[in-house]
C-alpha cells in the first residue's frame, strides 16, 4: 500500500518557521518527483515547491521563492519543506503528492501525481 504523510503543520505567528516533513511508503522512492501543494480555505490547491527524484532541479512558486527551501532524503524515502519569514497568506492546509514524470513537464500539474498525502494544516497568526 502506498501511503504519504505529512507532519509538523501547526500554528504560527508571522515571521516565524516550520518544516514539514513528507514520508513515503509503498512506492520505489528515488523514481519519483515528489512536490508540495497547499490548499487554503476557499481556494484552489496550487503548487508551492517540487523536487525532482535526486534534488537536481527544483520548483518554487513566486509567492515563496526565497523564503522557502525543498530538499529530500532518498535513504530516509523523506521530502522537507523549509518555510521560513511566513505570512498570514502562507496559512493553508499542505499536501506532497508524488508522481513519476520529467522536470520538463508541467511539475505544478496536479495530474501528473499519483499518490498524495491527507494533508497538514498550517496556521499563520499572530
Known amino acids: 500500500e502506498v501511503q504519504l504523510v505529512e507532519f509538523g503543520g501547526a500554528l504560527v505567528q508571522p515571521g516565524g518557521s516550520l518544516r514539514l516533513s513528507c514520508v513515503a511508503s509503498g512506492i520505489t522512492f528515488d523514481d519519483y518527483v515528489v512536490g508540495w501543494f497547499r490548499q487554503a480555505s476557499g481556494k484552489e490547491r496550487e503548487a508551492v515547491s517540487v523536487v525532482s527524484q535526486w534534488n537536481g532541479l527544483n520548483y518554487y512558486s513566486d509567492s515563496v521563492k526565497g523564503r522557502f527551501n525543498i530538499s529530500r532524503d532518498n535513504a530516509k524515502k523523506t521530502v522537507y519543506l523549509q518555510m521560513n519569514s511566513l505570512k498570514i497568506e502562507d496559512t493553508a492546509v499542505y499536501y506532497c503528492?508524488?508522481?513519476?514524470?520529467?522536470?520538463?513537464?508541467?511539475?505544478?500539474?496536479?495530474?501528473?501525481?499519483?499518490?498524495w498525502g491527507q494533508g497538514t494544516q498550517v496556521t499563520v497568526s499572530a
Open positions: 503528492a508524488a508522481g513519476i514524470f520529467s522536470m520538463g513537464a508541467r511539475p505544478t500539474s496536479l495530474g501528473l501525481y499519483d499518490h
